[in-house]
């Protein structure tokens, strides 16, 4: 086993250095390419002056460059950031800021739409664009922006490369609560490397599978296709897809043998007709990110009825938690499975102890998935990541876990069934979104008088996003201003389904808006 994230695809390279590693689009990279691109891209980064353990974002769509950027920052001693690329500017800068990333991995397509924000982030020094030259137009005074040929010429000089072991930082990945705005989770080389040998070993990935990369590298589900594929030898796709019907024309084309997807995905193609080649390849498929609707899944698998499905829980702090083996899917309609290998999931009460079987509780998870906490956040660290219960008295250093702030219950042979959050997050197409982060863009336009976002069950989105809003004036108030400021300050996943107006929001005895009561109100809106 590789100790450090970038070692993972090391012994494919010298072993089997002409198998596939990574297809994009018509171009296939091997493995021995992939190594030798990681090595000359992470000499790069040290010409750049990054030090030990700082920070580059890379806010760029499934690539090569994406890629190659990962690995070759953490070889080069950084720490990767991966930035979703449906963000818009507000959430980057955040990202940026929050971490003070020193280097941005981006185009220029992308960062003409940052200029204005880019002053706000001081420790940022240089910008890499893929592009082959830099327009005139982004000569920004206070930042080297360099492009992609003139960055890689430098990865020329001999430099000794910083020594790393497995409990140091790799990336920090952002992921919005209840309240504010995303908070980094921050995984060690040793929280990522078990994460893919974890789910590659239940998953039974060998040199022989082809795994389709749809979600985004930003989402832990999404970066974990990458790793357990490279880990195991297999050849990654990636594919950044415009319509559902790109993806079952990928699985056919590269005779892709492994897909993982959220709800929301697998109700768009469940909707399509799937050619009958793609059951002749097709061995396994996930879902992860919410709840997967009885009858989607029902009609996946009488598209592909050779494929096994598996569904899996996991939280961005634990990368993985759970999964449900295919051959219990019917036996245990609704439950989330039992804790991966290498990991322990329990049910535990307010108290700290152990639940009962069928006892509801707060999901609990120990082992060395459990992440390093909040990146310069001690407070919530504190209340997610405590004392793993059960610990002996005598140890002077106990063992901490992840608290998941999902209730749960765990029946008599083990297996874990989902009953809710103990939070408000809203958790819609596989994201978790925080209410006050929608709610600070809409009050901040001077449109609303008050506003309250909540997450209304959905059956394809797991959660809907509805914005209720009270106005000062009806008759003068125009909603599709209001939705046009939502696409342009908010990523679509964020932007509301629908948008309710009311004469004033109710409050409760402590003056406060009930969103208890409007969630109730709204329950069945879109059902």
Known sequence: MPRLLHQIFLDKAEKTPDSPAIIHKKTTWSYSHLQELVAQQAKAFQALNLKPQQRVAIYLPKQIETVTSFFATNLAGGVFVPVNPVLKAPQVTHILQDCSVQILVTAKSRLLGLTDYLTNCPDLHTII??????????????????????????????????????TDMATILYTSGSTGKPKGVVLSHQNIVAGAKSVSEYLEITDQDRLLAVLPFSFDYGLNQLTSALLEGACCVLLDYLLPQDVIKTLANEEITGLAAVPPLWAQLSQLEWPESINEHLRYMTNSGGKMPLSILGKIRQNAPAGKFYLMYGLTEAFRSTYLPPEQLDKRPGSMGKAIPNAEVMVVREDGEVCAPNEPGELVHRGSLVAMGYWNDPIKTAERFKQAPGQLKELPIPEMAVWSGDTVTMDEEGYLYFVGRKDDMIKTSGYRVSQTEIEEIIYASGLVKEAVALGIEHETLGQAILLVISVESEQNFDQQTLIKLCRSKLPNYMVPAKIEVLSSLPKNPNGKIDRSLLTKQYADLFK
Not at 134 to 142: A, D, G, I, K, T
Not at 151 to 162: E, V
């Open 129 to 166: 664009l893929i592009d082959d030259i830099v327009p005139p137009e982004l000569n920004m005074e206070s930042l080297r922006v360099i492009c992609w040929q003139d960055f890689i010429a430098q990865g020329d000089h001999q430099q000794s490369l910083p020594v790393a072991i497995n």
